[in-house]
C-alpha cells in the first residue's frame, strides 16, 4: 500500500537522500507479499532492499549533491527501505555512484547484478577462470542469472544457461549463452563431470544437481533459494571431486569489496546489457502487482522503480 508521509516521519539520524530509482529483488517479493520473513522493523514499515539516490545534506563523509548507491546491507529489513521519494538511511553501506554509470543503470544492477558479480570473483578466486571449460549458470532467466550470464560472456567464459522458462531461451542466447538447457535436476550423487563451474542462483533441487556435475575442483558460487532452501545431496561430490560450495551474501559484505565490485561492474556494463535485462520501469503503486508476479515466477530479467512517476 503506498501513503502519503511528511519528511518528519523519517528516521532522524543518517544520511538524508532523494531516491532517484530502486529495483524489485526476489526479496522484496518476499516482503511485499508477506510470503517470507524479511522485514524485522517496527511497523508501518518501508521496504525495498536496493537505491540510488543524491544526497541532500552534509552527513559525515557524504557531500550534498553526492549521488550514492546502497544495496542491502539491512535496508528494506532492519531499518526504512527505498520505496519512497526520499530517505535517512545509515551511512555504513553507502557508496558512491562509480564514474561512468547512470543511476538508472545501477538499479537495474542492484542487488542481483552486485550477487553475480561478487559469484564471478568468487569463482575466479577458486580458478575457475576463462577457457577451463563451461560454466552453468541455474535460474538463468531471473535477475541474478541473467547479469550473471551476461558478465560471464562478456569476460570470455563459455556459459550455458539452464532455466526451466523456454520461452526465454532465445533471450539468454542473446546475453551470451552458447547453450541453453532446461533445468537441472538432480539424478545420481554423481554425474558424469560436465561443468568446471557454477552460479547457482535457484538453490535446492538445482544446486544439488550443480553439485553432481562438477569436474574435479570445480566449483558453484550460490547464492539463491527460489528453488528451495533444503539441499538435499551427499558428501561425495566434495571428497571425491574435492568440490567447492560458495556462499555468496552480497548484503553484508565488506565495504572494499562492494567497491571492487561496483567497480567492475561500471567497467563491464553496457548499454546492450541494460537493454536486455531491463524489463520495465515502475511506479510505486505497481511495486505490489510485481512482486506477486515475481514470488509466482512470471517475472525476468529486472524491473526498476522510479519514485517520481
Known amino acids: 500500500m503506498v501513503r502519503t508521509l511528511g519528511k518528519s516521519a523519517l528516521p532522524r539520524e543518517g544520511v538524508p537522500v532523494n531516491v532517484l530509482y530502486s529495483g524489485i529483488n526476489y526479496k522484496d517479493a518476499l516482503a511485499v ?18 537505491l540510488v539516490g543524491r544526497v541532500t545534506q552534509d552527513a559525515g563523509t557524504c557531500k550534498a549533491g553526492d549521488v550514492v548507491v546502497l544495496t542491502g546491507g539491512g535496508m528494506g529489513e532492519r531499518f526504512w527501505g527505498a520505496y519512497t521519494q526520499c530517505q535517512c538511511i545509515p551511512e555504513t553501506y553507502l557508496l558512491r555512484l562509480p564514474k561512468g554509470m547512470p543511476p538508472l543503470w545501477s538499479m537495474v544492477v542492484g542487488t542481483a547484478g552486485l550477487t553475480a558479480m561478487f559469484s564471478i570473483m568468487a569463482l575466479e ?29 562478456k569476460l570470455g567464459y563459455a556459459v550455458v544457461a539452464a532455466s526451466g522458462k523456454r520461452s526465454k531461451w532465445e533471450y539468454l542466447r542473446g546475453l551470451g549463452a552458447v547453450q541453453t538447457i532446461d533445468r537441472l535436476k538432480p539424478g545420481r550423487p554423481l554425474e558424469s563431470a560436465r561443468f568446471a563451474g557454477a552460479v547457482d542462483a535457484a538453490g535446492g533441487e538445482s544446486l544439488a544437481a550443480v553439485l553432481s556435475l562438477l569436474q574435479r575442483h570445480g566449483s558453484v558460487a550460490a547464492s539463491g533459494n527460489a528453488a528451495g532452501s533444503v539441499l538435499h545431496t551427499t558428501v561425495f561430490p566434495f571428497i571425491l571431486r574435492g568440490v567447492n560450495l560458495l556462499g555468496i551474501d552480497s548484503n553484508t559484505s565488506p565495504r572494499a ?50 519514485p517520481a512517476l
Open 33 to 50: 507479499t508477506g510470503t517470507g520473513k524479511v522485514v524485522r522493523g517496527a511497523f508501518p514499515f518501508v521496504p525495498g532492499i536496493d
Open 257 to 306: 569489496k562492494r567497491q571492487e565490485a561496483w567497480q567492475r561492474l561500471a567497467d563491464l556494463i553496457t548499454e546492450p546489457i541494460i537493454r536486455s535485462i531491463h524489463t520495465r520501469t515502475v511506479s510505486l503503486a505497481e511495486v505490489p502487482a510485481v512482486c506477486k508476479a515475481m514470488i509466482a515466477g512470471t517475472t525476468h530479467g529486472r524491473h526498476v522503480v522510479d
Open 125 to 153: 578466486a577458486h580458478g575457475v577462470l576463462p577457457g577451463r571449460g563451461d560454466v552453468v549458470v541455474t535460474g538463468a532467466s531471473g535477475g541474478v542469472g541473467s547479469f550473471a550470464v551476461a558478465l560471464l560472456a
